[in-house]
């Protein structure tokens, strides 16, 4: 039983993007002819290698925080704001790999996604405390 | 209570082979005297680092399909599919050690596992969308 | 729902202090003028990367450890292993940055506390498994 079903939707859809950004490095790799385990030798492969590891670093933040708050805000808002995280990070991707000064603004929106969901989460802890 | 003890239990294997990976790279770290932080200096250090942080890479993934997929297709299915990840993770991982041009199948069961608790979600979701 | 508050509260805590640490990152790239893709290039600006990434190795086996705990031993007593994986941290984290040389201890305490999460898991996976 998926009681959360559009939460398990983005959830699914957040980890085919990281998924998908992995297969991107291994095709830079062979591209450039990089050798595993150097992880340096091509500006291309670099990037596409940085853009993958900082999706990790916020997917690990990311996922718990939609998890929790969808035992907040319900199915439906939770799934919502992990829509916009999904679409901050295929901005942040796209414009990092053309070029890594550009990759402020999908950065942004992939922080404002997870700090509503982090509000979230503390306004339900807040609301357990208080017994309401 | 631990309702689904069987993918408990796989996902604390899997934790505890992850936490065994990163302590070879402690002692390749030791072996060669590459002092931290560094990441780089000697082939067999790299290798185990690699090794190591291509594993977080496949856990941030494996995980939470690993939790939706044992509402899906039950503990017991669930579990065994997890099982097949940390074979293809002990493949790896050995094959990757000794030579990095060897770690293609280790590699392939590993998404093979991961793919087909995906798969399993997705028709999870599926039904619960269809209201079955 | 929240049900299980403190280990909620915890787990906020842990994301925070992980999300301040990639800030810390970010802030030594600006000072030390490492643009990216580029994960050298000054030391302190290494060490605090390695910190962000061994966190991030640490978050990956703490989390779901967490949260499989609070099952088996309750909220509070999860939530305050918790407390002392973060103490943990914030002594390596601050350690680390100052001398690589002595971010041992608070490695240590972080494994303890995470230890001490498994030991509990496997502990009601044995109790599920004799039917108690």
């Given at each position: 039983?998926?009681?959360?079903?559009?939460?398990a939707?983005?959830?699914?859809?957040?980890l085919?993007?990281?998924?998908?950004?992995s297969?991107?490095?291994?095709?830079?790799?062979?591209?450039?002819?990089?050798?595993?385990?150097?992880?340096?030798?091509?500006p291309?492969?670099?990037?596409?290698?940085?853009?993958?590891?900082?999706?990790?670093?916020?997917?690990?933040?990311?996922?718990?925080?939609?998890?929790?708050?969808?035992?907040?805000?319900?199915?439906?808002?939770?799934?919502?704001?992990?829509?916009?995280w999904?679409?901050?990070?295929?901005?942040?991707?796209?414009a990092?790999?053309?070029d890594?000064?550009?990759?402020?603004?999908?950065?942004?929106?992939?922080?404002?996604?997870?700090?509503?969901?982090?509000?979230?989460?503390?306004?339900?802890?807040?609301?357990?405390?208080?017994?309401?």
């Amino acid at each position: 039983m998926l009681a959360m079903k559009y939460t398990a939707l983005v959830t699914v859809a957040t980890l085919a993007l990281t998924f998908g950004l992995s297969g991107r490095v291994g095709a830079m790799r062979q591209r450039h002819g990089i050798d595993a385990p150097a992880i340096t030798g091509h500006p291309e492969f670099e990037r596409a290698n940085r853009i993958h590891y900082n999706t990790i670093e916020q997917l690990v933040l990311f996922l718990p925080l939609l998890w929790l708050a969808t035992g907040v805000i319900g199915d439906a808002w939770a799934a919502g704001i992990g829509g916009v995280w999904i679409l901050g990070r295929l901005i942040y991707a796209q414009a990092y790999q053309r070029d890594p000064k550009k990759r402020g603004p999908g950065m942004i929106i992939t922080i404002l996604a997870t700090g509503a969901l982090a509000v979230s989460v503390l306004w339900g802890i807040l609301r357990a405390l208080l017994g309401a």
